[in-house]
C-alpha cells in the first residue's frame, strides 16, 4: 500500500526522475533506495537493495505512474514530464526504446541514447540561488540523456561528462536509475564513484569520491564557439513544440546516420568553423582505431567537446544544397577499399542504416542509397531491396537507352566505352534500381540474353580511377528524373507480346506493292528481308536492341532461315537506319508507319488487361 511522504517537492523545469529522486531524498534525509521503495519505482526483495531500471526513465507504465503520484502528490502531466516520453515523437532512439520496453524485452544499448545520466552542467546543478535549489541542488535535466544536447544554453558552456576531482564518468552502472542508491547524506551534486582503492561494492559515504559536482576548478569556463552554439539552438528548436514532430525525427535520424559515417571517416569531414577545436576530436576518434575498442562505431562520445564537432561537421553535410555530393568523400564503399578502414566498421554503419532507413529523410534516403550495394539487401546474404526514384517502374526502363539521353548524361564516358555499351549498361542498371536484386536479373528483366556480369563494373571502376566515383551514379540519377518526367511505357509488356511475333506475310506485300522501286537481285531474298524488318520493327516498338530480338518461329525450324537470320536482321537494319540505299529509303518510313501502328495496338492490349485484372 503506497502512503504519502510526508514531504514532497515541485518538479524542475525539465528535470530528470533520477535528478528528482535524489533531491526529494535529501530533504527527507534518507536513501535514494528508500524515496524508490515509498514511490514504487524499485524491484527489490525484502531486505536487499533496490533495482531501479533506467527503463523508468522512457515512461511510467500505469501502475507505477498512480503510485508514484500518491506518494508525491504531483500530477500525471508532472510526472509524466520527468520522464522522456514527451520527446519520443522527436527524437527517434526514445521511440525506439519505448517499442523494446511495452514489448516486455530489456531495452538495448540505443547508439544515441545514453542509458543514464552521463553529462552536467555545473551550473545548473548549483541552482539558481532561490533557498530550496541552494539546499538541494539545481535540476538533472531529462534532455542531458541525449547526445545532441552538447552544451548548455543558459549558461553558453559544454557539458562535463568526468568529475572534476577523480575525472571518472559519472556512474559505471548505467542500468540502473540511480547510482549506489542505499547511501545515504549524500547531496544529488555529488560524485557518486567509488574510489580507485575501493571496492565496486561500496557500502559507505566515505567509499565515495563525494567531490561536488557543481563546484568547478577556479577559472572561467571553455566559451562555446559561436558555431556550436547556433548549432546546439537549432537541436533545441527540433526539440520544441514549434518544430513538426515528423520534421523532427527525420532531422535526428539523418543526424545520427551521417554522424556514424563522420566518426568512421574521421579526419575526412573535420569541420573548418572558426575558433572550433577539433584536437580532442581526434583523440577520442583514434581511440576508436583500437581493434580492442568494444563500442559500436556510430556510439557518440560522451565527451560533449568531442561529440560537439561530430555533429557539426554532420549538420554542416545535411546543410548542404547537394547532398550526395556532399555524403560522396565518405562513401563507405570507397573508404573500404582506398582508404585502410577496416570492412566490419563500415558494416557495423550498414546495419543502423538498414535499420533505421525508413526513419530517414527521403532526401537522404535517396542520397544515401547508391553509397553502398549492402545497404540495400533484406538481410545479411539477402536480397537487395529496391532503390527510390523510379517508383518500382522497372517495366517501364528501355531495354536500350534512347540515344538523346545517353548523349546528354553519357558524353563523358565515351571515352573510355563505346555509346551502345553505355546505352545497355545505363538501362540495366536502372532495371537494377527499381527492381532491387542484381545486374544479373536486371539483364535477364530486360531480355538482353546475358549473364550481365560484366555490366557496370568496369564503368564503375573507370570513374573511380578518373577521381570522380560518385559520376555514374550522378548521371543515373539525371535519366531516372527524365524517365519519371516522359510519357510511361510498358516496355515489358510489349517484349512479351511480341516474344513470338513475325511480320505477316501479307502486310509485307502490301508494304511491297506501295514501293516505286523494285528489289534487284543484289538484294537479299524477299521472306529473307521480311523476317529481318521483322527484327527492326520489334527494336522499334520495343525500344531494344537487334541483336537481342527474338528469332521467329519460322526462322527456327528452317534450316536456311535459321542460317542466315543472325546476319541479316543486322545487315536489313543498318540499310535501314543508314537511309542510303535506295530501296530501303522507300520501305523506312512503311515500316516505321507499320511500326506506330503494331505500337498502338500492342499499347491497347496492355490497357485492356490490366482493366481485366
Given amino acids: 500500500m503506497i502512503t504519502p511522504l510526508p514531504r514532497s517537492l515541485d518538479p524542475l523545469p525539465g528535470e530528470l526522475l533520477a535528478g528528482y529522486v535524489m533531491r526529494l531524498a535529501h530533504r527527507l534525509d534518507v536513501a535514494p533506495d528508500t524515496v524508490l521503495r515509498r514511490t514504487g519505482l524499485a524491484e527489490y526483495q525484502p531486505n536487499t537493495q533496490a533495482i531501479t531500471r533506467t527503463a523508468l526513465s522512457l515512461e511510467l507504465p500505469a501502475q507505477r505512474m498512480n503510485d508514484f503520484q500518491a506518494a508525491t502528490r504531483l500530477t500525471a502531466a508532472e510526472a509524466t514530464a520527468l520522464t522522456l516520453l514527451p520527446l519520443a515523437p522527436r527524437y527517434p532512439p526514445i521511440a525506439h526504446s519505448l517499442d523494446v520496453v511495452r514489448a516486455g524485452k530489456r531495452i538495448p544499448a540505443l547508439d544515441w541514447l545514453f542509458p543514464a545520466a552521463v553529462r552536467y552542467c555545473p551550473d545548473c546543478l548549483a541552482g539558481d540561488g532561490t533557498p530550496l535549489q541552494t539546499d538541494h541542488g539545481g535540476p538533472w535535466k531529462t534532455d542531458w540523456r541525449l547526445p545532441v544536447i552538447f552544451a548548455c544554453e543558459h549558461h553558453q558552456r559544454f557539458l562535463e561528462h568526468l568529475c572534476p576531482e577523480c575525472q571518472r564518468p559519472l556512474t559505471d552502472r548505467p542500468g540502473q536509475l540511480i547510482a549506489r542508491p542505499t547511501i545515504a547524506g549524500l547531496h544529488p551534486a555529488q560524485c557518486r564513484a567509488p574510489l580507485a582503492h575501493e571496492s565496486r561494492r561500496t557500502q559507505r559515504t566515505g567509499q565515495l569520491c563525494g567531490a561536488r559536482l557543481n563546484r568547478q576548478p577556479p577559472g572561467p569556463a571553455e566559451p562555446l564557439p559561436e558555431a556550436l552554439s547556433a548549432l546546439q539552438k537549432k537541436i533545441a528548436a527540433m526539440l520544441g513544440p514549434d518544430t513538426p514532430a515528423a520534421t523532427a525525427s527525420e532531422y535526428f535520424t539523418d543526424l545520427q546516420m551521417v554522424s556514424g559515417l563522420v566518426m568512421i571517416t574521421w579526419p575526412k569531414a573535420r569541420p573548418t568553423a572558426q575558433n572550433v577545436d577539433s584536437h580532442r576530436t581526434d583523440r577520442v576518434l583514434a581511440a576508436r582505431q583500437d581493434s580492442s575498442h568494444s563500442l559500436h562505431v556510430s556510439t557518440p562520445p560522451q565527451d560533449a567537446r568531442a561529440c560537439a564537432i561530430i555533429l557539426l561537421a554532420a549538420d554542416a553535410i545535411l546543410s548542404a544544397t547537394d547532398l550526395r555530393s556532399a555524403l560522396a568523400p565518405l562513401a563507405p564503399v570507397e573508404n573500404r577499399t582506398r582508404s585502410g578502414i577496416a570492412p566490419k566498421r563500415h558494416r557495423s554503419w550498414d546495419t543502423g542504416f538498414r535499420r533505421y532507413r525508413d526513419d530517414c529523410s527521403e532526401r537522404f534516403q535517396n542520397a544515401a542509397e547508391y553509397l553502398v550495394s549492402t545497404h540495400r539487401r533484406s538481410g545479411r546474404g539477402g536480397s537487395r531491396l529496391p532503390q527510390r526514384g523510379l517508383d518500382d517502374g522497372s517495366q517501364h526502363v528501355p531495354a536500350f537507352l534512347p540515344l538523346e539521353w545517353a548523349e546528354r548524361h553519357l558524353g563523358d564516358f565515351t571515352v573510355a566505352f563505346s555509346m551502345p555499351v553505355l546505352r545497355r549498361t545505363t538501362s540495366a542498371f536502372l532495371v537494377r534500381r ?145 537511309n542510303k540505299v535506295p530501296l530501303y529509303q522507300q520501305r523506312k518510313p512503311l515500316l516505321d508507319a507499320y511500326a506506330a501502328q503494331l505500337t498502338r495496338a500492342v499499347d491497347a492490349a496492355c490497357s485492356s488487361s490490366q482493366l481485366a485484372s
Avoid at 453 to 464: D, N, S, T
Fill in 434 to 578: 527499381a527492381l532491387g536484386k542484381t545486374i544479373v536479373d536486371a539483364a535477364e528483366f530486360l531480355g538482353l540474353g546475358i549473364d550481365g556480369k560484366g555490366l557496370g563494373g568496369p564503368i564503375a571502376r573507370w570513374a573511380r580511377r578518373q577521381g570522380t566515383p560518385e559520376a555514374y551514379e550522378q548521371a543515373l540519377d539525371a535519366i531516372a528524373a527524365d524517365l519519371a518526367s516522359s510519357p510511361l511505357i510498358d516496355n515489358r509488356h510489349r517484349r512479351t507480346l511480341l516474344a513470338d511475333w513475325a511480320l505477316p506475310s501479307d502486310a509485307w506485300h502490301q508494304i511491297a506493292d506501295q514501293l516505286k522501286r523494285r528489289p534487284s537481285p543484289r538484294y537479299i531474298s524477299d521472306d529473307r528481308a521480311r523476317l529481318a524488318a521483322t527484327a527492326y520493327i520489334w527494336t522499334e516498338v520495343t525500344h531494344g536492341e537487334t541483336q537481342f530480338a527474338p528469332q521467329p518461329a519460322e526462322a527456327q525450324y528452317d534450316p536456311e532461315l535459321d542460317a542466315t537470320w543472325s546476319q541479316d536482321r543486322f545487315t536489313v537494319g543498318h540499310w535501314i537506319r543508314q
